[in-house]
């Protein structure tokens, strides 16, 4: 079956670090385009990381630049996405996407064609 499974959300104080991982099964996980979203109580879905195919390209929403770092192991059909120097702000569901026709980094949740359930991470001030 088709799924992308979040896992590594946690209560950290601010400061801290979390890493977050994503793990496909059910399509050619190599083939696909990844991308974290992150969405807080009462706010819209936004991007925050995305990763080409071939983990050569990655891009960084300019509110986590320097903080956050997205990685791939293809072998592992894994995505990762190292946080670090955690804020309150930071605090939201984080969700995994797939983007199985397109090889570039692709930043539109419009683009992806499968989402996983989110794992959640607060971050205490």
């Known amino acids: 079956a088709l799924e992308l499974l979040e896992s590594g959300g946690d209560l950290v104080q601010a400061g801290g670090s979390l890493r977050l991982s994503c793990t496909a099964s059910?399509?050619?996980?190599?083939?696909?385009?990844m991308a974290w979203f992150r969405q807080a109580p009462g706010k819209e879905r936004d991007w925050v990381s995305c990763?080409?195919?071939?983990?050569?390209?990655?891009a960084y929403a300019d509110s986590v630049k320097g903080r956050f770092t997205v990685s791939r192991d293809n072998a592992k059909n894994t995505v990762y996405l190292q946080m670090k120097n955690l804020k309150p702000e930071d605090t939201a569901m984080y969700y995994c996407?797939?983007?199985?026709?397109?090889?570039?980094?692709?930043?539109?949740?419009?683009?992806?064609?499968?989402w996983g359930e989110g794992t959640q991470v607060t971050i205490s001030s």
């Open positions: 990763i080409d195919r071939d983990g050569d390209r990655t």
């Open positions: 996407a797939a983007a199985t026709d397109v090889p570039y980094c692709a930043a539109s949740a419009t683009s992806m064609d499968f």
């Open positions: 059910g399509f050619a996980f190599d083939g696909a385009s």
